[in-house]
């Protein structure tokens, strides 16, 4: 069983940055990918990136690619979502989640485990 917790959301205006965290226990963290996921008021959730847990390579929906970063730290068992340039639309509920690199890592039915998410509010 693993357990996700995130942090680090919170209000932040336009044009500025957040860094989330995920810190994880149980399971073999290094092994597993590692989604971010977000949703906002009244819409659907959606995949922001992933990183996956063999080679560390990364992957970005197209509204978040060249602003938000996404990395891990195995020792730590965290993984990091770093966000810049917030635009008001950036503006969800973020939550990590993960999964045993089955692939398919842009859709959040193949993730086995999720933190409860943290507020992200971008003001205009």
């Known amino acids: 069983q693993v357990q996700l917790v995130e942090s680090g959301g919170g209000l932040v205006q336009a044009g500025g940055s957040l860094r989330l965290s995920c810190a994880a226990s149980?399971?073999?963290?290094?092994?597993?990918?590692m989604g971010w996921f977000r949703q906002a008021p009244g819409k659907e959730r959606v995949f922001v990136g992933a990183?996956?847990?063999?080679?560390?390579?990364?992957y970005y929906a197209d509204s978040v690619k060249g602003r938000f970063t996404i990395s891990r730290d195995n020792a730590k068992r965290t993984v990091y979502l770093q966000m810049n340039s917030l635009k008001p639309e950036d503006t969800a509920v973020y939550s990590c989640a993960a999964q045993g690199d089955r692939g398919w890592y842009y859709i959040a039915r193949f993730y086995d485990y999720w933190g409860q998410g943290t507020q992200v509010t971008v003001s205009s």
């Open positions: 149980g399971g073999t963290f290094s092994s597993y990918t």
């Open positions: 990183i996956s847990g063999s080679d560390s390579r990364t």
